[in-house]
């Protein structure tokens, strides 16, 4: 075509326009408009906001002269155009023709055409034709330049459009060709569906970058996206591909070189160099020649440091470190516990330290420092000092320094130290105690160490060092070190850092000892010994065999072991501790004792404390006015079932009892008797004592004693066998009933407030029943229960007794009982009655009812009676025959009702035999397919794994229904309840209402939050588990897959632990215990519990 015109603007705001030929146009500054009309036109914008028009022709358009923020619009129109930009956010339209456009940022759409875009961020729109996508740079991080192209139009299929990172990859740190897929860019889809993301880091798994999305592609599916999407044909994938390795090679120089994803090998070569891999793949740094810093990640790697000083900083996995020759420093205290590892120094004097979690430190030729709390040290040849707490240490050639830790410090889990390879005797290793000489107790600079710690040699085979650490104190002894094929006689002061050698002994079996008058320190051995103390106050200890420990006259301490020793205490106020099936006399003196399991503990004559434990004790205080106590230290709220046996013997006794079913006599004198715990039998015997329980069997004994209730039964109302019951209250004697334990559980009461609304008596049998109610006008959301039996008095009539027998005021009259109306909430409410006839309606929800009656009564003196329905509530009767029962009691709207400690559903759940909720082996895959062709067309995709992958993870929240290969209804399913529960459903119902509820249930009302059956609470279960609710999970579906094997509970009214430890036969089965329960566990008369402490 024939030459045009040059046409050529001011600085001001031009309007230029060119002709057919070929034009040539600058715009210069301002905001200049531009056209070049037919032609192959040359066009330059410059300065300002510019638009530009190639016309028809293949056009040059150039953008980059402008200045930074100048926003540019260029279209190229017909013919196949270049327009190129550098700089500001540029609007650029390539128009029909195989056009490339050029730009940093801005909105770049190509028009009909094969075209070329190359952007770095902004948007791009490729237009129709096969259209090729070059990013064309990835910006400056600390610049806040986190760049990304967005493109709209992406085109997949066999003339595809595709994606050129060429201009990139010489940016990925450490990239040295091939496909960058999987080790620093991957595809990842959107959750929503509609989005893929090419997301990028660009030095893999280092910790410089960070990851960015480099490209978003719009309604593109992550699955569709293959080779021929990108220019060098690679392969993409999603997510990164930890088994993608790169080998990274150094120079001569100071390098800095950091790894990626993927097993890594990195050689620094020569120079100073810093290596660095923090991935989980397990690399291989080798430092070489050097100076050099290796940090190895959290998988198992290979470090080498090679020659020079190096420092090596392991990871998290298990790392094998080589020091290699030279003074290294190897430092692996930030790695987490029990990481394993070996780390190896090599040759030079090498410094190296771990904690709890490397297996082995060896520290190779020369005089190496190896620290660590519990591992296996080696020092190998050379002068090394070796610090260890637990396990053991091999020195190797040389005097080495063993330092032994603190192991206070940790846990008593930690094992022993045994020192492999000591040598003693003049020239040999050192002992270094100097960590432990700080923990003992009273011990000043200079004295001896003597009295603190102790040698034991165990014949030919071995010496032990053991610290006590306040010498003849309270304090037990523990083993610090163990010295295989070291006699004691082979020690001498150069052994030990301190330069002083502790005590020792040897151990011969069966061994006798007798002190003198003077006060010492008797240790026994391994056999069955027998040691005397004579005079003084001796400490005298034995942890082995079944031995004799008396102490004779003074204030001894006396410390058995675990195998069934005998102590005598002896004159003085002696401290005797026993271990299991020990029998401890104190003698005179006052004594303080304790013993294991199965003890008998005396105390003898004197004020003496006696503490028992678990197991069937005996405790006899003996003459003087002793304490005995079934625990020692805080008090188990557990108990113990064991039978013990208590007695305070002669003078006024305190007796604390925290065991169940025990015996406790207090005999002479005025005693004081505690029951914390269970019902046991308390016997005060002659005197006026004081006897405090909550449940259990009271005799006062002759006297006038005194009877304080502590508490108010917790699961059973009612008249109750568990009440406080006392065989011989007499009115004549002056016995006396003291309240003032329990006022602080009366509602609403004060001091001078009258009790009578609270106290009242009912006549049962030939016995006369205290009953208590906290909360008589019901005003309390607190005390959710009727009255209950206070104090049960064995063959006595009301008239017997009069107000002197009470320490508070009480109208002593037998009074009946008002029936109660108690109405739920929309919750999970616990409704309770009193003695009367009561209406009991629970509402909304799945609610309880609890009685005074045993689950063992129901079909005897209880009786439960379904009546029917009633504003779509079921109505069952409750009928309580027992004397002093609590009558006829209506419920509307509650489905389970609480017995004693059992919970007992009062619809029992219909008999069928079908599937746990989506369970997969009876999932239809053919039949979900078949209903929704779309799902089929997804899976054939490869969207989706299979049929049930998608219901599982879409087709749920959806709403679609999850048809099964069995008819029916499921099995956590009751149609009935649900129809009765939902009258919107049973109005709606048909011909077949069963599995009408069932439909509605799976496809609306599982996600509407409504209840299956009446053991299983939607809403309770989603509040409790907040995790679940976040999830959108459904309830019923989360319980039945994962909650049940967690240990979660579908209402407070199942205790899914309880049942499976009550059922072991379950348990092994791995049966959900909701599913067992409901098919067969309520049918065989297995007992269920709640989940909560019900007050």
Not at 908 to 926: A, G, Y
């Amino acid at each position: 075509m024939a030459t045009g015109v040059t046409r050529t603007g001011t600085i001001g705001d031009d309007v230029l326009v060119g002709t057919a030929a070929d034009d040539t146009i600058t715009g210069l500054a301002g905001n200049d408009s531009l056209t070049g009309g037919d032609g192959h036109d040359s066009i330059s914008g410059g300065l300002g906001f510019d638009t530009v028009e190639g016309g028809n022709g293949d056009d040059r358009i150039d953008l980059t002269g402008g200045a930074f923020g100048d926003i540019d619009v260029a279209r190229g129109g017909a013919g196949n155009d270049t327009i190129i930009s550098s700089l500001g956010e540029e609007q650029i339209d390539g128009g029909i023709g195989d056009d490339i456009l050029t730009a940093i940022g801005g909105t770049v759409a190509g028009g009909a055409g094969d075209d070329v875009l190359t952007l770095s961020y902004g948007t791009a729109v490729g237009g129709t034709g096969r259209d090729r996508f070059v990013i064309g740079g990835l910006g400056n991080p600390d610049l806040g330049q986190d760049w990304s192209v967005t493109i709209t139009d992406f085109a997949v299929g066999v003339r595809g459009d595709t994606l050129d990172l060429s201009a990139i990859l010489p940016l990925l740190v450490g990239y040295n060709g091939g496909n960058p897929f999987g080790r620093y860019v991957w595809l990842d889809q959107s959750p929503f569906g509609t989005e893929t993301y090419l997301r990028i880091d660009r030095d893999g798994a280092g910790d410089q970058f960070g990851t960015q999305t480099l490209v978003t592609f719009r309604n593109v599916a992550s699955g569709v996206l293959n080779a021929t999407h990108f220019t060098g044909g690679f392969t993409p994938r999603t997510g990164v591909d930890n088994s993608v390795g790169a080998s990274i090679l150094g120079s001569d120089g100071n390098d800095t070189l950091s790894g990626g994803w993927g097993r890594d090998t990195i050689n620094g070569a020569a120079g100073d160099d810093y290596l660095s891999d923090k991935s989980n793949d397990g690399n291989v740094l080798s430092g070489g020649d050097g100076r050099d810093t290796l940090v190895g990640g959290s998988g198992a790697d290979l470090l080498a440091g090679g020659a020079g000083d190096d420092t090596i900083l392991p990871g998290g996995g298990y790392d094998t470190v080589n020091g290699g020759d030279g003074n290294d420093w190897i430092d692996a205290t930030t790695a987490p516990s029990n990481w394993g590892g070996q780390l190896n120094g090599d040759g030079g004097d090498d410094t190296i330290t771990a904690t709890t979690g490397v297996d082995q430190l060896n520290g190779g030729d020369g005089n190496d420092v190896l620290t660590a709390i519990s591992s296996t040290l080696n020092g190998g040849a050379g002068d090394d000092i070796l610090t260890l707490t637990g396990g053991s240490i091999t020195g190797g050639l040389g005097v080495d320094r063993f330092i032994i830790g603190n192991r206070y410090a940790h846990p008593s889990s930690l094992q022993e130290l045994v020192i492999t390879d000591f040598r003693a005797g003049a020239g040999g290793d050192i002992l270094d105690l100097s960590q432990i000489i700080p923990l003992l107790i009273g011990y000043k600079p200079g004295e001896p160490t003597a009295p603190y710690f102790l040698i034991i040699q165990y014949g030919d085979l071995y010496s032990e060092l053991t610290v006590d650490l306040d010498a003849a104190g309270d304090q037990p002894a523990y083993a610090l070190a163990r010295l295989p094929n070291v006699k004691i006689t082979d020690l001498v002061v150069a052994n030990f850092f301190t330069g002083q050698l502790p005590g020792s002994i040897r151990d011969n079996a069966d061994r006798v000892q007798n002190g003198t008058s003077a006060a010492e320190t008797l240790v026994g051995g391994w056999g069955n010994d027998t040691i005397n103390g004579n005079d003084g106050n001796d400490f005298i200890t034995d942890a082995s065999g079944t031995n004799s420990l008396s102490g004779g006259a003074g204030n001894d301490t006396i410390r058995g072991g675990a195998d069934r020793d005998r102590l005598y205490g002896g004159d003085g106020d002696d401290v005797l501790t026993g271990g299991a099936e020990t029998t401890v006399e104190g003698g005179a003196g006052a004594d303080l004792i304790s013993g294991g399991k199965n003890a008998r503990l005396s105390g003898g004559t004197g004020q003496d404390t006696l503490y028992g434990g678990a197991g069937a004790e005996s405790l006899e205080g003996g003459d003087g006015n002793d304490l005995l106590q079934w625990y020692s230290g805080s008090f188990d709220p557990g108990g113990d079932s064991m039978v013990d046996t208590l007695r305070g013997g002669a003078g006024n006794d305190t007796i604390r009892n925290g065991g169940d079913n025990d015996l406790i006599f207090g005999e002479e004198g005025d005693d004081h008797l505690f029951s914390l715990y269970g019902a046991s039998s308390l016997d005060g015997g002659a005197g006026n004592d004081r006897l405090e329980a909550t449940t259990g069997r009271l005799t006062g004994g002759a006297g006038a004693d005194r009877f304080l209730p502590t508490g108010l039964s917790r699961v059973d109302s009612g008249i109750s066998n568990l009440a406080m019951t006392i065989t011989d209250f007499s009115a004549a004697e002056g016995d006396v009933i003291d309240l003032s334990g329990i006022l602080s559980n009366l509602w609403d009461y004060s001091p001078g407030k009258p009790l009578s609304p609270y106290f009242s008596f009912v006549k049962d049998g030939n016995d006369l029943v205290l009953m208590a109610d906290p909360d008589p006008l019901d005003a309390s959301p607190y005390f959710p229960r009727p009255a209950t039996a206070l104090v049960r008095f064995l063959n006595t009539d009301l008239p017997t007794l009069t107000k002197a027998n009470f320490a508070q005021d009480i109208d002593l009259v037998i009074k009946g009982y008002i029936p109660k109306t108690v109405t739920g909430g929309d919750g999970s409410d616990l409704l309770v009655g009193g003695q009367g006839n009561d209406l009991l309606d629970g509402g909304a929800g799945i609610d309880a009812a609890r009685f005074s009656a045993r689950a063992s009564e129901i079909n005897q003196n209880i009786k439960i009676e379904v009546v029917g329905t009633s504003a779509n509530q079921y109505h069952y009767r409750l009928i309580d025959t027992r004397p002093g029962g609590e009558g006829t009691d209506n419920l509307y709207g509650v489905e389970v009702g609480i017995f004693g400690d059992q919970v007992i559903p009062l619809r029992p759940h219909p008999t069928i035999t079908s599937i746990p909720l989506f369970d997969p082996t009876q999932f239809s895959e053919s039949r979900y397919l078949a209903l929704y062709p779309d799902v089929a067309a997804a899976v054939a995709r490869g969207e989706f794994a299979s049929g049930q992958d998608h219901y599982l993870s879409r087709g749920r929240i959806e709403g679609r229904t999850a048809p099964v290969t069995l008819d029916g209804t499921q099995v956590l399913f009751d149609a009935g309840f649900y129809l009765q529960q939902n009258p919107d459903v049973a109005n709606a119902a048909g011909s077949n209402p069963g599995l009408e509820a069932w439909n509605h249930f799976s496809r609306y009302g599982v996600r509407e939050g409504r209840d299956p059956n009446s053991l299983f609470d939607t809403s309770w279960y989603l509040s409790t588990y907040k995790d679940v609710a976040g999830s959108g999970m459904d309830a019923l579906t989360h319980f039945v897959l994962y909650g049940w094997k967690e240990g979660r509970d579908p209402s407070r009214w199942f205790d899914t632990s309880r049942y499976l430890a009550d059922n072991p036969d379950i348990a092994a089965a791995g049966m959900n215990p909701l599913t067992h329960y409901l098919l067969y566990g309520y049918r065989e008369g297995r007992p269920l519990h709640y989940t909560e402490d019900l007050i």
